[in-house]
């Protein structure tokens, strides 16, 4: 009878170790699993933070730091390079002001071939003039044949013609018009290179507030655009004076 | 009722996967701001306007770096729920998206209507919050009861 109760009560210890073990693993496995669950959780979070910072420091182009009163190496500038007047200029081949100031600024370059030295910065009004980009790049690809100026000059001259016709078209034609190498032109013309130095300009000109074209500033000061070449001419003089 | 709990975890698991994208844009676009460059969006074009703008700063903060905190707050609360089930976690995850869907909505307001210009990435974190806030709401019976 003793033995029997003996047996039951270790029967029932046994059950209990049992349930306990039972118990304990299922603890276990849930402490795995929980770990498991938030390592991968953490682990993919840092990993995307390392993917992102990859991946932004190797995607976009590195643009160099402009701004208006500095000029710098990858600018391009006519005139005097000792000038003591620098007048800068950002503006978009498609815009129509931009079209009457430039024969403005040219006769102030040919009045002033000493003391005025002129900086072109593109600042392509993409949303409304849906070819200034590519004209800016057409420019820049010129530019690689060291013929920026005369690319300038064309589409300022012709400006109502490219803007209503075929203007890629008639970019390569511009080209072959100034000599270029036009299989070279039609290469520089989409480049990642022409491209960014493009869009290099544009940014400095959206760090320096601007949201109109022309923009002018004369010896890094913004001016308020001059109504006539008289008015450009006096501010120009009263420049001169003041240097 | 299987295909019911298929439902709910499908839920549960879209939110983690819309925080976890809006996590993904708000950090390319805080990389971007500490490495000194500014986002190229192909697609819209508006980034470095946006980028730019004086609304991208909160203070010295910039915004998408407290974009980052949101989303990465969000997902580690999500994740608290899927791992305990405890509502608590789902009430203060439902919080937060409120709070971030009218911040989203802000910024979408001042892209469209103020700045003039459309950040691409800025839009996945935008909606990515929005849709985060609808998805809570399917969920807020279980947060509040009836």
């Given at each position: 009878?003793?033995?029997?109760?003996?047996?039951?009560?270790?029967?029932?210890?046994?059950?209990?170790?049992?349930?306990?073990?039972?118990?304990?693993?299922?603890?276990?496995?849930?402490?795995?699993?929980?770990?498991?669950?938030?390592?991968?959780?953490?682990?993919?979070?840092?990993?995307?933070?390392?993917?992102?910072?990859?991946?932004?420091?190797?995607?976009?182009?590195?643009?160099?730091?402009?701004?208006?009163?500095?000029?710098?190496?990858?600018?391009?500038?006519?005139?005097?390079?000792?000038?003591?007047?620098?007048?800068?200029?950002?503006?978009?081949?498609?815009?129509?002001?931009?079209?009457?100031?430039?024969?403005?600024?040219?006769?102030?370059?040919?009045?002033?071939?000493?003391?005025?030295?002129?900086?072109?910065?593109?600042?392509?009004?993409?949303?409304?003039?849906?070819?200034?980009?590519?004209?800016?790049?057409?420019?820049?690809?010129?530019?690689?044949?060291?013929?920026?100026?005369?690319?300038?000059?064309?589409?300022?001259?012709?400006?109502?013609?490219?803007?209503?016709?075929?203007?890629?078209?008639?970019?390569?034609?511009?080209?072959?018009?100034?000599?270029?190498?036009?299989?070279?032109?039609?290469?520089?013309?989409?480049?990642?290179?022409?491209?960014?130095?493009?869009?290099?300009?544009?940014?400095?000109?959206?760090?320096?507030?601007?949201?109109?074209?022309?923009?002018?500033?004369?010896?890094?000061?913004?001016?308020?655009?001059?109504?006539?070449?008289?008015?450009?001419?006096?501010?120009?003089?009263?420049?001169?004076?003041?240097? | 009722?299987?295909?019911?709990?298929?439902?709910?975890?499908?839920?549960?698991?879209?939110?983690?996967?819309?925080?976890?994208?809006?996590?993904?844009?708000?950090?390319?676009?805080?990389?971007?701001?500490?490495?000194?460059?500014?986002?190229?969006?192909?697609?819209?074009?508006?980034?470095?306007?946006?980028?730019?703008?004086?609304?991208?700063?909160?203070?010295?903060?910039?915004?998408?770096?407290?974009?980052?905190?949101?989303?990465?707050?969000?997902?580690?609360?999500?994740?608290?729920?899927?791992?305990?089930?405890?509502?608590?976690?789902?009430?203060?995850?439902?919080?937060?998206?409120?709070?971030?869907?009218?911040?989203?909505?802000?910024?979408?307001?001042?892209?469209?209507?103020?700045?003039?210009?459309?950040?691409?990435?800025?839009?996945?974190?935008?909606?990515?919050?929005?849709?985060?806030?609808?998805?809570l709401l399917t969920k807020y019976k279980k947060i509040y009861g009836n």
């Open positions: 009878m003793s033995d029997q109760k003996q047996t039951k009560k270790e029967r029932y210890e046994l059950k209990k170790q049992q349930k306990q073990e039972i118990v304990q693993k299922t603890q276990k496995k849930r402490k795995i699993k929980r770990f498991l669950f938030w390592g991968f959780a953490v682990s993919v979070v840092v990993l995307s933070l390392w993917g992102i910072g990859y991946w932004a420091s190797n995607t976009s182009p590195k643009y160099e730091n402009k701004t208006a009163d500095e000029i710098t190496q990858s600018d391009w500038v006519k005139g005097n390079p000792q000038a003591t007047v620098t007048l800068l200029e950002y503006s978009d081949f498609q815009c129509p002001a931009c079209g009457v100031y430039f024969p403005i600024v040219k006769q102030l370059l040919e009045d002033h071939p000493d003391d005025v030295r002129f900086v072109y910065r593109h600042f392509p009004l993409r949303s409304i003039h849906a070819k200034a980009q590519l004209a800016g790049q057409a420019s820049e690809a010129a530019g690689l044949q060291d013929k920026f100026w005369e690319m300038h000059d064309i589409l300022f001259e012709r400006q109502s013609v490219w803007v209503n016709g075929d203007h890629e078209e008639l970019f390569v034609s511009y080209a072959q018009e100034l000599g270029l190498n036009v299989e070279q032109f039609k290469n520089d013309l989409e480049s990642p290179d022409t491209k960014n130095k493009v869009d290099g300009d544009y940014l400095s000109a959206v760090g320096a507030k601007l949201n109109s074209t022309p923009s002018f500033f004369v010896n890094g000061r913004k001016i308020t655009n001059p109504r006539t070449y008289e008015e450009f001419k006096i501010l120009i003089n009263e420049a001169l004076k003041g240097a | 009722m299987k295909r019911l709990r298929v439902h709910k975890n499908l839920i549960l698991w879209l939110l983690v996967g819309f925080s976890f994208i809006g996590f993904l844009s708000a950090g390319y676009l805080t990389a971007k701001y500490y490495l000194g460059e500014i986002p190229s969006c192909s697609f819209l074009g508006g980034c470095d306007v946006v980028a730019k703008s004086k609304y991208s700063q909160v203070g010295p903060i910039p915004l998408a770096l407290v974009g980052v905190g949101y989303f990465l707050a969000l997902l580690f609360l999500l994740l608290a729920y899927v791992d305990t089930k405890k509502v608590l976690f789902l009430k203060l995850s439902f919080v937060l998206s409120a709070g971030g869907f009218f911040v989203a909505l802000m910024l979408l307001w001042l892209q469209f209507f103020v700045i003039g210009a459309i950040c691409f990435y800025c839009l996945i974190s935008d909606f990515s919050s929005i849709i985060v806030f609808f998805f």
